[in-house]
């Protein structure tokens, strides 16, 4: 979530990229930080096939970043941009590991 933040951050407010891109560019970084997180840490896993799984984290990771940006895009006229933000990025957490772990992590 800091590296989501950071990033969308740095680049909406300090770059004015617009605020989906940027959204977007943080999930995306943080995804693959993630990634290396997940596999040492979360799930220890020893799958020898690092790229596949690697592949499969990033396909759970882009139907997240749709899940995520339509949160934002439905609760952002609700509320601040940045509350919206939050609230979509604990939608897609949920969503992330548990499709992580009943997919991607099941070597």
């Known amino acids: 979530m ?3 933040f950071s990033i969308t ?3 909406k407010e300090k770059l004015k990229v617009h605020r989906y891109i ?3 560019a943080g999930f995306t970084v943080a995804a693959s930080s993630n990634y290396l997180v997940n596999r040492l840490w979360t799930f220890s896993s ?3 096939k690092i790229f596949t799984e690697y592949g499969k984290f990033m396909i759970i990771s882009i139907i997240g970043l749709a899940i995520n940006n339509l949160f934002l895009y439905l609760f952002e006229k609700k509320v601040r941009f940045y509350f919206a933000k939050l609230f979509a990025i604990g939608v897609t957490l949920v969503w992330n ?3 992580n772990y009943y997919i ?3 070597y």
């Open 97 to 99: 590991f548990l499709a």
């Open 104 to 106: 991607t992590f099941t």
């Open 9 to 11: 951050i740095l680049l």
């Open 22 to 24: 940027s959204s977007s």
């Open 46 to 48: 020893t799958n020898p």
């Open 2 to 4: 800091v590296i989501d």
